[in-house]
């Protein structure tokens, strides 16, 4: 019996051993063939602009390509149950968000895939503040205004997202709350009917992108209230915040974060972190993401949970205040 023992103690270390050199075999090899990053969004938007402004320097520095794929549909899940069920080899990336990492677990009560469970961390990508526009037809030019106006009109004003659930949504019913102003929400099935309902005066005021509106910004068409960070845009320098409008403490915004399935080799998580950190870190990246509202903010693999924790916490009572709940 002891024999038995001890010979099943030296194949488990041996196990073991061969586990490790496997792994360690792995990382030192990979990349052997090209990469591929999802992203949960139709080509042309900030999502997409941010992967394939990463994708090519991360190629160069892997020595293998890395090529977008664009998997948009249900509020981000496709994409991010595709990747969640991808084989965790380190050649299938995820550009997670706020909405795939975050919001989507408190919306949905039958999620296919799970956040914490599904998805290990490679690095915090970018942030970006929402900003306040509204018709340049409507009588407001700041804040405080619009808040006036809608009290004298209360359920007059409507205000446009790009979905039940949305960072965009959430944002407006934030508002709501810290203004104790009433609004009706109208959905649209994306950013552009969004904003052709804006500008055609449908609907009174979004919190939207700041790429997608600031075209409609810089051609007068649209007015730009306020931003819903905590600090003003070089982008938008004359455009004040909620918080800084006499609204304290609000901030809402997007954000992205890369993403692999959570049994990746931890060689080749440390390995890619280690490169997007390098690519983020350049002047001619944070030149090209500042015209386009994204302040990069790269970290340790292990921030990417933590900032998801912090977001979810922040959202669920509103989430839960409001009754906001999907199904699939």
Sequence with gaps: MKTLKNNL???GV???????TAVTSTAQTYPIKALKLVVPYAAGGSTDQLARAIAEPLGRALGQPVVVENKPGGNTIIGADAVAKSTPDGYTLFMGSSASLAVNPLLYSKLPYD?????????MLAASPLVM???????VTN?????????????????????NGNPLHLAGELFKVATGIEMTHVPYNGSAPALTALLGNQVQVMFDVVLTSNPHIQSGKLRALALTGTERLA????????????????EAGIWFAMVVPKATPAAIVARLNAEVTKILAQPDMKAR??????????GPSEEVAKYAQREQARWGRLIRDKGIRLEL
């Excluded at 041996?14 to 490790?20: D, F, P, Q």
């Excluded at 956040?115 to 690095?123: E, H, I, K, L, N």
């Excluded at 993401?289 to 790269?298: N, S, T």
């Design 133 to 139: 526009v509204v018709p340049a037809s409507l009588p």
């Design 289 to 298: 993401f500042d015209g386009l509202a994204l302040e990069l903010i790269p």
């Design 143 to 163: 804040v405080k205004e619009f808040v006036d106006l809608a009290k004298r009109r209360p359920d007059a004003l409507n205000f446009a997202s790009v979905g």
């Design 115 to 123: 956040p914490s469970a599904d998805f290990a961390g490679v690095s």
């Design 235 to 250: 982008l938008l320098p004359n455009v004040p915040t909620i918080a800084g409008s006499g609204y304290p403490g609000y």
């Design 9 to 11: 103690i030296r194949m």
């Design 14 to 20: 041996a196990l073991a051993v061969m586990g490790l």
